[in-house]
């Protein structure tokens, strides 16, 4: 055996469990707008998965939702019984606007995994293979930044929906596809910092292959700032479905979204404020909520902050 | 405000007596103590340190990384982050001018100008976008409050005396055009721009290729016979500083542990830290082989060890080591102290 | 040191060929021999080439590493020495020259025989910090070369870690660790246990200790000294330290803009120095005793390395050597002996 020396245990370890995932948790756990905002997220997904339980039940059997439409109550203003009022449908507008969370939310979140996996797999293959595959990426990219969001949501609307009605997966596909060229831009950027740095040359020089070096090198050291743009992401794109069904591009009429709500109100709003006021009070707080969260996310994600 | 007294404390045991005793002391740092406070615990990054400098003096101040040689200086600069940096006791005199506590404008009157400070790294201490020269000249004009015209003059003059060829032609070129012990070349004229009383270097030669770093030593110790400055270099590096420090203090997990002539520490140091230290800097002549080493690494500065902080890597640590910290006392028959129990059977 | 054989080869290569280099060290076997390596960098992008010709890394360099002893390369930052190493372990892709493991062309080998003989060639990083993927813990990390190679079972390669921990100085209970629970020392103790897995016969340790402390900078040394007397390891030691690579080399080559200005054993190299870099690099170096260092004549360079882009012709120490002629720069002085007993690329050699 040799007679190295043992260096003394624990001189300079801290505690056992530090990785950089239980890192950023500790950083996370102690700061009131994590939670604040957490919370905010959890209540507006329980909207969007269980409405009924944040509604009344339903009084009659013509009315499974809860939403007491009743045409001879139309635009009623708030009071005790309809606490946001009521629409010119004569339905009661808390009811309406908790169940416009879900396909908001739906349409943030599969939109975000649209364009955020599009741009990982673009992004980390320009960034780790470089060369013509990387110009031809990243260029690709610069074309879809120089067209205006709203003209190439636009275009990918109209041409997802040729015939037949606009549903809301076109939405979802038009918002992601608009999405992924931000995704690629990050995300390749942090593959070419990461690598470069020895512990992905070290694996380079065992054998390993390319397969192994992006999965277990790569990517668990690149994603941080791609987790944390695209939790911020999703408040933008909540604002950007109510944007486009606002401009009457969005969703169908007949899908009840907060966007909607807001075209609707948006004629009305001398004599029905509270038609606009209450959905817009959601959309910027769920916005908030996720652009908070992304926001915390990045402070204990970066390094600096330990 | 405080003048220079001459206490017993610890403070005086770097006084030293040696053929610069006559010259004005400078800089005195005295039983300083410095903690981060972190999320981790306090960090006890300097404990009970003192030191002082004189008129046309150098002073070493060695120790590994972590060992907390460059916090006592950044104190002094004002460097230190506040928070989590807390000086925690002590007090730092420029004069008899007690900086601990002053109020902004007096630090401002005498950091830069009066003490001035180097780096380890000279490219990201210069402006990138920004000609080497003109940031030269900057200092003149605004700590002097000289013309432009001027002031560029006397930035092309310096440039030149610390011997950057063609200064003119180099005074209207980028950082990024000069090769690094250029740049360290440029961070001295800077530094040097206000005729400062104390210099301090912090790691000057680090990022350097040998044949540079002696380069920049041999200037750094010229610019300091010539102005009669007090010179601080902070190194790891016991090899650059041997020709050139008249003291030495070697720092250990936050303490000074000896301190003393450098002449008598190279020859023979006193502490066992500094003999390990010594004994483990492979030589360019004499015999190869095995190389001395200490066992072990640093202690995180979070958790001490109890007792002497080096006791668990010293070979000769005795069951006092384990319990009793050791004061910094003064080594019979010669001018410098050390921090260990033994020192005298050590000898 | 029990080694038991785990599972050679399962990738499908001929397992007779890996037994036979295998088998059979001989002390001074030639392990290494690079000829001619070129190693050249285009500048520019895809779509715009520079006008500027390409970086010139490494221009012709010759080398050779014997079983159980230390071939030490030598110069300062920009000399080129990290290309070598790189080229060598195939991270980069050479342009021109050869480099021949047990006869065979490193540079000309198909991928899979390329990873057959990445088994027998490991390398060493510097910064014990970027090394190490923070995410993995010592286990995997140590274990990642057994994976890669098929080597072994769960448990067989349990117990390799466990023993290679030992090998460097760790305890089995740093396994289950993360990189950044581990000081400087420690962390290199890691990567050369890693580099250490496979068994490998060669290792290309590139600045190895530069980036420790000085106390453990000597402990690091040491355990390289120990682990070659052990198993008789080939290494390329690669650094700026001329007093370690003095330490620790048989061989010692100095590199100045990308060649190879003088060769020999070590006491060629520190005690007769012909070659007027080689001197002035062995004279600046500074030793930890002020009496040695007052008396000491250094020579000082003049002036700047050229840029690599546009090096000068002829010897490209010309444009720094005080005994430079016309003729440095009309004609390149070959590495040869010149009356020294060892090879110099100098025209005027002490």
Redesign the interface.
């Known amino acids: 055996m040799t007679n190295v020396i043992h260096p003394p245990e624990s001189s300079s370890t801290v505690d056992e469990s530090r990785t950089f995932w239980r890192d950023s948790w500790r950083i996370l756990r102690r700061r009131w707008l994590f939670w604040f905002s957490l919370i905010i997220i959890i209540v507006f997904i329980a909207m969007a998965a269980f409405p009924e339980a944040f509604v009344a039940p339903s009084p009659g059997p013509d009315d499974p939702s809860g939403k007491f439409c009743l045409l001879t109550n139309d635009r009623l203003a708030p009071s005790a019984e309809h606490w946001y009022g009521t629409d010119v449908q004569g339905c009661d507008y808390y009811a309406q606007v908790t169940h416009g969370a879900r396909v908001s939310l739906i349409v943030a979140l599969f939109a975000t995994l649209f364009s955020v996996t599009i741009g990982i797999l673009l992004g980390g293959l320009a960034g780790f293979y470089g060369g013509w595959l990387d110009a031809f990426v990243s260029r690709i990219a610069d074309g879809f930044f120089a067209l205006p969001y709203l003209v190439g949501a636009i275009i990918v609307l109209s041409a997802l929906t040729t015939q037949g009605s606009r549903q809301i997966w076109h939405v979802t596909v038009a918002i992601g596809s608009l999405g992924w060229p931000a995704v690629v831009r990050l995300y390749r950027s942090t593959v070419l910092q990461v690598k470069n740095l020895e512990y992905v040359q070290a694996a380079r020089a065992l054998g390993a292959s390319d397969g192994r070096i992006i999965y277990r090198h790569i990517l668990p050291n690149a994603i941080a700032p791609t987790l944390v743009y695209s939790t911020i992401g999703m408040g933008s794109v909540i604002a950007v479905e109510a944007t486009l069904s606002f401009l009457g591009i969005g969703l169908p009429i007949n899908s009840i979204s907060w966007g909607i709500m807001l075209t609707e109100a948006g004629n009305r709003i001398e004599n029905t404020p509270h038609l606009l006021i209450f959905p817009s009070i959601y959309l910027i707080v769920a916005s908030l909520g996720f652009v908070l969260m992304g926001e915390q996310l990045r402070e204990a994600f970066d390094p600096r902050q330990r | 405000m405080a003048t220079v007294t001459s206490s017993t404390s610890s403070a005086d045991c770097l006084r030293s007596g040696s053929d610069s005793s006559s010259d004005e002391v400078l800089l005195e740092v005295q039983d300083l103590t410095v903690e981060f406070h972190t ?2 615990g306090i960090v006890h990054a300097v404990s009970n340190m003192s030191w002082d400098i004189n008129e046309g003096e150098t002073l070493a101040i060695l120790g ?2 972590g060992s907390g040689k460059s916090v006592s200086v950044q104190a002094v600069m004002g460097l230190l982050p506040t928070p989590p940096a807390v000086i925690a006791g002590g007090s730092i005199r420029y004069r008899g001018t007690e900086l601990v506590g002053a109020s902004s404008d007096t630090l401002r009157s005498i950091r830069g100008s009066e003490v001035a400070m180097i780096f380890q790294d000279p490219l990201s201490a210069l402006n990138p976008v920004y000609r080497v020269g003109w940031q030269i000249a900057e200092t003149f004009r605004i700590g002097k409050r000289m013309s432009r015209k001027e002031a560029n003059g006397r930035a092309i003059e310096l440039m030149g005396r610390v011997g950057i ?1 063609n200064p003119e032609q180099r005074a209207r070129q980028y950082p990024h055009q000069f ?1 690094g ?2 740049r360290q070349r440029a961070m001295i004229a800077m530094a040097l721009a206000l005729e400062p009383k104390v210099l301090i270097a912090d790691e000057p030669t680090t990022a350097l ?3 540079v ?3 920049i ?2 200037l750094l110790s010229k610019i300091q016979s010539e102005n009669r400055m007090g010179l601080i270099l902070i190194t ?5 500083v ?2 050139v ?1 008249d003291r030495v203090v070697v720092m250990y997990a936050g303490r000074a542990v000896e301190s003393g002539p ?2 008598d520490f ?2 023979k140091p006193a502490h066992p830290y500094s003999q ?3 004994s ?6 004499g015999p ?13 500065v ?1 958790e001490l060890p109890s007792g002497c902080a080096f006791h ?2 010293c070979p000769h640590s005795v069951d006092r080591c384990h319990s009793q910290a050791p004061e910094l006392t003064a080594i019979t028959d010669r001018t410098g102290h050390s921090a260990c129990f033994l020192t005298e059977e050590l000898l | 040191m029990s080694e038991q054989p785990l599972n050679p080869a399962d990738d499908g290569e001929d397992p007779g060929e890996l037994a036979e280099h295998r088998s059979g060290v001989d002390d001074d076997e030639l392990l290494l021999d690079v000829r001619g390596l070129v190693k050249e960098f285009p500048q520019g992008s895809v779509w715009q080439r520079r006008r500027t010709g390409p970086v010139q890394a490494v221009s012709g360099v010759d080398l050779e590493v014997r079983a159980g002893q230390t071939h030490g390369l030598v110069g300062e930052s920009g000399c080129g020495k990290s290309t070598v190493a790189r080229t060598i372990v195939r991270l980069e892709r050479p342009t021109a020259g050869q480099a021949f493991y047990n006869g065979r062309d490193l540079f000309a080998m198909s991928k899979s025989e390329l990873r057959l003989v990445r088994r027998d060639i490991q390398i060493v990083f510097q910064d014990p910090f970027s090394s190490l993927n923070p995410r993995m813990n010592v286990q995997a990390i140590i274990e990642e070369p057994l994976v890669i190679h098929g080597v072994g079972d769960k448990a067989d390669r349990k117990d390799k870690v466990i023993d290679l921990l030992d090998r460097v100085g760790l305890n089995p209970e740093h396994a289950t660790r993360y990189p950044h629970q581990f000081s400087g020392g420690q962390r290199q103790r890691v990567g050369i246990a890693r580099a250490l897995a496979l068994d490998p016969k060669l290792i290309i340790a590139d600045e190895p200790v530069s980036a420790l402390d000085v106390s453990i900078q000597a402990q690091v040394v040491n355990l390289f000294r120990e682990l070659q007397a052990d198993t008789g390891l080939g290494y390329l030691f690669i650094a700026h330290d001329l007093a370690i690579v003095r330490n620790i080399s048989d061989d010692v080559s100095v590199m100045y803009l990308g060649r190879i200005v003088e060769t020999g054993s070590r006491d060629d190299i520190f005690e007769r120095a012909s070659h007027p870099y080689t001197q002035a690099l062995l004279s600046a170096v500074p030793e930890p005793d002020p009496v040695t260092e007052r008396e000491r004549e250094r020579i000082v360079l003049e002036g700047d390395v050229p840029s690599p882009v546009d090096p000068p012709s002829g010897c490209r120490f010309r444009t720094r050597c005080w005994k430079a002629e016309p003729k440095c720069r009309e004609e390149v002085p070959e590495l040869v002996d010149r009356g020294a007993g060892h090879p110099v690329a100098c025209h005027f050699p002490d």
């Open positions: 999320d981790d590994e990384s060829p090769s012990g250029m290729d040998v044949t770093q002696a380069q030593m041999d790891h590096d016991l090899g650059v041997a020709s420090a450098a002449d190279y020859a390990g230290l010594l483990s800097v492979p030589k360019i002549s190869t082989g095995k190389l001395n080493s200490i066992e072990g690494t640093p202690p995180s979070i668990p890597r």
